[in-house]
């Protein structure tokens, strides 16, 4: 097969460009996408029950659904969240289960306790977490126009165009209020009439409605009747009659008034300092977000021309900036890799020619893996591109390997297609065996477990697919090539063509130089050689005491989950004492917002006071909470890095009074988790508060924190209606009408729906403003008595009492549960924190009985997914040396061979304590792939030895021999890997941070 490579060139050509022509359209049909499409076996179900406390979300919604879906099969883990007004109940499934049929199930066991929920509760949601659900792209509406005005533009006019985009799956709003129509009560107008705010809801909803009354045919037609009542115009609602407990009759208008206005205001946003609102465009799963990113900025100009004069529409945040800066700093890191890998060549060789086939051979290899990614439903994304960013390094090997051995045997005197057809024979076990050693490291880390097996799967199966295209090439393209272009020694004479360089030019010369020194090195090598031949107990002893001293370095470095990144994001997170109203809250977060604006290299930034995506203490909404999301100048724009100008920021936003600052990076490709995150589980709520305080104040005093808070948070300012049990029963009030009523009186209910057009507004009743400035007003509202027939001041049937609850109530598998999180400044590895404050809480805190501490956020994270990692490493290797061993036909050789694994660790660890690499998620993917990667050096030389050796030479000739001809063979494989790395190494550009650990790790182990 081989010989007719070489001598049928067309065929071989033809061949190779219908695998670069398919890989080329293959390339233009991937999807780009920040992560892989996967489904992760999250449910959550969202409740809401507005105007509850979080006691009350806890016991009425968020305990009775945890009940009901803890009976469901191939639950992990169920973690719940209980705030004002917000019930979140996250149901983990296994890796195992479908999600879509698990969801489902949540689905049934929550329809079957609805009747039990509260009715002013709206239904709960339970939704699977999809990854590609996150925001694409946030647009900002702004301008002189009221918010709220701009906030109905965006709803009724751009939504609906956003939403048609191809691939734009929702547009979710905020910032602004929906339409509203009020009716507003007079409490003195209510007793004076004896009129119970429940008797103008029933009125309203009895009245404002549409009841179809059947059909009636008559000879040849049919009618339809209906008895048309709803209001045509808000105004109208005042003439529903309402009877009186007296027995009259009045008008809702006698009563109060009609407004036609917004909801109470709960949030705030700005863009740049100006009253905005936001519209978050979300992609479908199976859309190329670039795509849709680039389908609402053409469509931009015709929105923009749909607003009043003075409006504006920006682009607040723009995810597909990172992917395409990542795609392209991926592809200018391989063009850069391909030309230092040309140059190795030329350096080794001396030879244009077969600078020129690696030149081709490579990005061909390359270009056909795409035709793999393809078929398997692949796209372009941080994980993929990842894995295609580091095969460079294998890639070359194959191409290395064939070229050096058809060049000696060209230099030998053999001719050219002769030494091309016996060259890659000689060489195709050791081929064979190398990438077979490859494909068997990369395999388990496409199926590892848990989160990070889903995320990896892409990037060992590309590489997987590349590495098979390599072998492929190599077999096929490499020899043809070199029976095509190469010729005999030509150092020291001119040759005419083309492909022309002398030998006292300024490339021959320093080829020369290089040849000189290589020369030199070898024969220091073969003389190291003959030593460690003579002397092999001290040079396995020289070897141990290395590979020990070489586990010094990782306790240096430090580990972490994921390396830190700068993508020129942050967010500063508010929380003002609970209970701040949100208009002081706003105050607070305008002096911080003027400390961001004197932030350097600021581009823009977003305000949200009262809704954030994540608060300090795990809360979402809350008029007391506030984040402010900042964009500043790419990090090659600007002398500073990200972490350094936070520590700057810090100090500057600590005299911020009333309020707890967090400022933190934004990483899109890092984990949402806390980098310390301390679980206090425990049924004493007095219990887990004093240990979680306890436990704040260690994390707050540890080197390389900021940020510190814990989710308990009390002192929310509570106004509790307690009834009387015996006066209640006197009046015949029961429980849950008085809750009904007095949430009607304050929150306001919804009595019907004011429809115009296309919209359903709802018709909130409630009392006015002044009626419920007060605590004491809640006394004097009043409730029908059942039994009378009369008014009963509340005061008369139940206890109002004041007291302090909790903002934020957590629950893990059904138990409480307190978490304490911290940030990090970034001076000190997240690993080297934790072990402190791990040895702190040991020594300091007194853990009562009933009360555990986890350790949760990154770190278990962390724990579960390394587990994996060295669960595939340990398989790698086992899989790596039967493969060997069965290719070889040798236990013991390949036993041998083996043993290069450990001994790389020696250069893996200097290479991290160089360069500052921790021990993270991708160096210990990067120590997985080497185990394949080391091994192929030994793999040429024991091939080659088993050969000598067969053909009588002694095993110390046959090995001193292998190690002689073999030596630049292996130099150039490992000089090329390392050139094709250096750019990656320099951790520049978009997504640098990601793919440095893996090049440092190669690059030491295979140097």
Known sequence: MIETFVRRRVLTTVLVLIAVILGALSYGGLGVRRFPEIEFPFVTVYTVYQGASPAEVESEITKRIEDAVVTISGIEEINSSSQQGLSLVFVQF???????????????????????????????????????????????????????????????????????????ADVELSGGQEREIQLLLDMRKLRRHRVAIGMVVAAIRAANVNVPAGHITE??????????????????????????????????????????????????????????????????????????????????????????????LDVARDTSIFIRGALANVWQNML??????????????????????????????????????????????????????????????????????????????????????????????????????????????????????????ELGLTVVFATVASLLISFSLTPMMCGLLLRGNQRGRRENGFFSFSFDSTFGRLAGLWQAAFERARRVYLGMLDWCLRHRLSTVFITLIAFVASFGPFAVVGLEFFPPSDEGRFR??????????????????????????????????????????????????????????VTIADRADRPKGLDEMLNELRPKLADI???????????????????????????????????????????????????????????????????????????????????????????????????????????????????????????????????????????????????????????KDRTRLVTVTAGLTGERPVGKIEADVRRRISEEVAVPEGVTLNFGGQTEMRQKNFKELFKAMATAAALTFLCVAGIIESFGFAAII???????????????????????????????????????????????????????KTAREAIREACAVRYRMILMANFTTVAALIPLSLGRGFGGEIFRPLAVVQIGGVL
């Open 572 to 629: 500063v997170s508010l929380e003002a004492p609970v209970g701040t109203p949100l208009e002081v809250t706003d105050a607070v977060v305008r002096r911080v917002e003027a400390q961001v604006r004197e932030v350097p290299y600021l581009e823009r930034y977003m305000v949200r006071v009262g809704r954030v995506a994540a608060g300090m203490s795990g809360r979402t909404e809350g008029v007391d909470l506030a984040e402010i999301s």
């Open 898 to 952: 083996i043993m290069a694994l450990p001994v790389s660790l020696i250069g893996v660890s200097l290479a991290m304590l160089v360069a500052n690499v921790t021990v993270n998620m991708f160096s210990l993917m990067a120590m997985v792939i080497l185990v394949g990667m080391v091994v192929n050096n030994a793999i040429i030389v024991v091939d080659y030895a088993m050969r000598a050796e067969a053909g009588g």
């Open 94 to 168: 296994g890796l195992e289960e479908d999600v879509d049929i698990k969801a489902v199930d949540v689905r049934n066991k929550i329809d079957r306790i609805l009747p039990l929920l509260p009715e002013a509760a709206d239904e709960p949601v339970p939704q699977k977490f999809e990854i590609g659900s996150l925001p694409v792209v946030d647009l900002a509406l702004y301008g002189p126009q009221d918010p709220n005005d701009l906030y109905r533009l965006a709803d009724e006019e751009l939504k609906p165009l956003l939403t048609q985009i191809a691939g734009v």
């Open 336 to 457: 850069i890799g391909v030309c230092l890998t040309a140059v190795v060549i030329y350096l080794f060789l001396g030879s244009p020619r077969a600078t020129v086939i690696v030149a081709i051979v490579m990005p061909a290899a390359v270009v056909a893996a795409f035709v793999g990614m393809r078929a398997a439903g692949f796209t372009l994304n941080i994980i993929s591109l990842t894995g295609m960013a580091i095969v460079i390094g294998v890639l070359v090997n194959n191409a290395i390997l064939v070229l050096e051995n058809v060049n000696r045997l060209v230099d030998e005197g053999t001719p050219p297609a002769d030494a091309a057809v016996d060259g890659t024979r000689d060489i195709a076990l050791a081929i064979f065996s190398s990438t077979a050693t490859n494909l068997v490291v990369f395999l388990p880390i496409a199926f590892m477990g848990e989160i990070i097996g889903r995320f990896f799967k």
């Open 219 to 312: 000879p040849g037609r049919e009618f339809v009747l209906r008895t048309p009542g709803r209001v045509e115009r808000p105004e109208e609602i005042e003439q529903i009659q309402v009877p009186t407990a007296g027995g009259g009759i009045l008008t809702v208008g006698d009563l109060g008034r009609v407004v036609d206005t917004y909801e109470e205001a709960r949030t705030i946003n700005r863009f740049n300092g100006q009253p905005a609102i936001g519209l978050a465009v979300q992609a479908r799963t199976d859309a190329n977000e670039v795509e849709v990113v680039d389908g609402v900025n053409a469509a931009l100009p015709r929105l923009r021309a749909m607003l009043p004069a003075g409006a504006r």
């Open 657 to 811: 009074p009333s309020a707890r600052v967090l400022v933190a990076k934004e990483e899109m490709g890092g984990p949402n988790e806390p980098a310390i995150g301390i679980e206090v589980v425990g049924d004493d709520l007095a219990a887990l508060k004093r240990v979680a305080g306890q436990v704040m104040k260690i994390v707050e005093g540890v080197p390389g924190t900021a940020g510190v808070s814990k989710s308990w948070q009390s002192g929310q300012p509570e106004l509790r209606v307690i009834p009387l049990q015996e006066q209640a029963n006197r009046h015949g009030v029961n429980v849950r009408l008085l809750a009904e009523e007095v949430r009607a009186y304050v929150e306001g209910t919804v009595a019907s729906e004011f429809l115009t057009g296309d919209e359903n507004y709802d018709v909130v009743v409630k009392l006015r403003e002044e009626d419920r400035q007060w605590a004491a007003d809640v006394d004097r509202m009043f409730i029908s008595s059942a039994i009378t027939g009369g008014m009963v001041p509340i005061g008369q049937v139940a206890d109002v009492r004041r007291e302090a609850g909790s903002t934020l109530i957590t629950r």
